[in-house]
């Protein structure tokens, strides 16, 4: 099973413009997280898929591999499964790129639920972490999880579910975190699909693999990631990097 990692690199965001190519230390965010990434040991291939030729030429003139994308897709899914389409591989795990903190505990276990998927069956693995905090269950921000017996979600929302009726009853609520992996041929199929109504109503991508009857399966965690969507956000990134620097 050869298995590669996927990170997509867009140049330009609405909140921080070229924020992965801010400084996190002395390197770029995307370069950070590339060689992150390539540091877990976990992957046969690392590779950033941008539509940006600043990110790519980052990512290669310091020994990286990146991939260009068209600059038009719906989703993340869409513009890695047009990079990994005549790339060998088996599964893809998708890295964000603005995360450059990559955990490999999570990333791991996603990796062990396709290993031990004798039937290959699980079309998408994903994290979801418990929520308790009833403003964050609420928050539209939060894309909520539930789950079946064998911890495979039935569906994905910004709204609260499942809704407590009786608020006696005491429901476990689970956020998406967006740490994904894909079989390739399941990603190459989602590419090939239009978006249905729950898709373009909720604006949550894997939505797509469950109404076209795909299965995926859910790992808890209890990961949280550090998202760098804002100049503040860097800051505080560069401050956990000088922490884990001094501990070294």
């Known amino acids: 099973m050869k298995i590669i990692a ?25 370069r950070s997280t590339y060689e992150n990434a390539k540091d877990t040991h976990l992957f046969d291939d690392v590779f950033v898929v941008t539509d940006s030729e600043i990110i790519h030429n980052e990512i290669t003139r310091n ?5 260009m994308s068209s600059k038009e ?15 060998e591989c088996d599964i893809i795990v998708n890295i964000q790129g603005d995360e450059p903190f990559v955990d490999k505990k999570p990333l791991e276990r996603i990796i062990k639920a396709f290993k031990q998927d004798i039937k290959q069956e699980i079309d998408v693995a994903t994290l979801i972490r418990k929520l308790t905090d009833w403003n964050l269950i609420e928050d539209t921000n939060y894309v909520k999880v539930v789950k079946d017996i064998n911890d495979y979600a ?27 992996a894909f079989r390739k ?3 190459l199929k989602f590419a090939e699909l239009s978006m249905l109504q729950n898709e373009k109503a909720e604006k949550i991508e894997c939505i797509r693999y469950l109404e076209y009857g795909m299965k995926i399966k859910v790992i808890e965690t209890n ?5 760098i969507d804002t100049p503040e956000d860097l800051e505080k990134a560069n401050r956990i990097l000088a922490q884990m620097n001094d501990k070294n």
């Open 223 to 227: 990961f949280v990631g550090v998202e």
């Open 154 to 180: 039935l569906y994905f929302s910004r709204s609260v579910v499942p809704y407590p009726r009786e608020k006696k009853f005491q429901a476990e609520y689970f956020e998406h975190v967006g740490v994904y």
């Open 185 to 187: 041929q399941s990603l």
């Open 73 to 87: 897709h719906e989703t993340g899914s869409d513009r890695i499964a047009e990079a990994v389409r005549n790339l």
């Open 6 to 30: 996927v990170i997509p690199a867009r140049y330009a965001a609405s909140r921080f413009p070229a924020k992965l190519m801010g400084m996190l230390g002395d390197k770029t965010v995307i």
């Open 63 to 67: 020994g990286g591999k990146a991939l």
